[in-house]
């Protein structure tokens, strides 16, 4: 009686995160579309106005926000293909949050006509560059333990290979 009680709610726990995943896959397309657009939107605006510099680095920005949703498509699509989300998804994300705000924040501080003090704070770009080198080096460190994993996996037979040598 216990086992059914439990082999249903499993049942009715893992429809419902289906139905999360796949409301999860819909949003993300929906962000990606609005990106998307949003990065369009700026190219134009910066023809309209004439300053395609700044245009530029406003839609790299975006662009960076696009890449982010791409990771995220990715990694959506292969847990649902395998059931296996892999942490370096999350590592990879706060690796391109860091580098867009390296990139777009000193356009923005320039362009809002701030003074030079906050263009070029170095504890606040120290702290940033900082944060990278240290994601970067916990990066490294999943993906080569990953790659270890993988390939001992792959090298060492299965017990069914091993059975079928015998």
Same mark, same amino acid.
């Given at each position: 009686?216990?086992?059914?009680?439990?082999?249903? @709610?499993?049942?009715?726990?893992?429809?419902?995160?289906?139905?999360?995943?796949?409301?999860?896959?819909?949003?993300?397309? @929906?962000? /990606?579309?609005?990106?998307?657009?949003?990065?369009?939107?700026?190219?134009?605006?910066?023809?309209?106005?004439?300053?395609?510099?700044?245009?530029?680095?406003?839609?790299?920005?975006?662009?960076?926000?696009?890449?982010? @949703? /791409?990771?995220?498509? /990715?990694?959506?699509?292969?847990?649902?293909?395998?059931?296996?989300?892999?942490?370096?998804?999350?590592?990879?994300?706060?690796?391109?949050?860091?580098?867009?705000?390296?990139?777009?924040?000193?356009?923005?501080?320039?362009?809002?006509?701030?003074?030079?003090?906050?263009?070029?704070?170095?504890?606040?770009?120290?702290?940033?560059?900082?944060? @990278?080198?240290?994601?970067?080096?916990?990066?490294?460190?999943?993906?080569?333990?990953?790659?270890?994993? /993988?390939?001992?996996?792959?090298?060492?037979?299965?017990?069914?290979?091993?059975?079928?040598?015998?």
């Amino acid at each position: 009686m216990i086992a059914s009680f439990e082999d249903r @709610l499993l049942s009715a726990l893992r429809a419902f995160n289906h139905i999360l995943h796949a409301f999860l896959a819909v949003a993300l397309v @929906l962000a /990606s579309m609005m990106v998307l657009w949003e990065f369009f939107m700026a190219v134009v605006h910066s023809f309209e106005i004439n300053n395609l510099a700044h245009g530029f680095l406003q839609a790299l920005g975006t662009l960076f926000i696009v890449w982010t @949703l /791409s990771s995220l498509i /990715s990694a959506e699509i292969n847990y649902v293909q395998t059931g296996v989300f892999h942490v370096v998804v999350f590592i990879e994300v706060a690796m391109i949050t860091l580098l867009r705000q390296l990139i777009v924040e000193p356009v923005r501080t320039a362009t809002a006509g701030q003074n030079i003090e906050q263009l070029t704070n170095p504890w606040h770009y120290a702290l940033l560059l900082a944060s @990278l080198l240290v994601i970067g080096i916990l990066h490294k460190l999943v993906t080569s333990s990953e790659k270890k994993g /993988s390939d001992h996996e792959s090298s060492s037979p299965n017990l069914s290979d091993h059975k079928k040598m015998l």
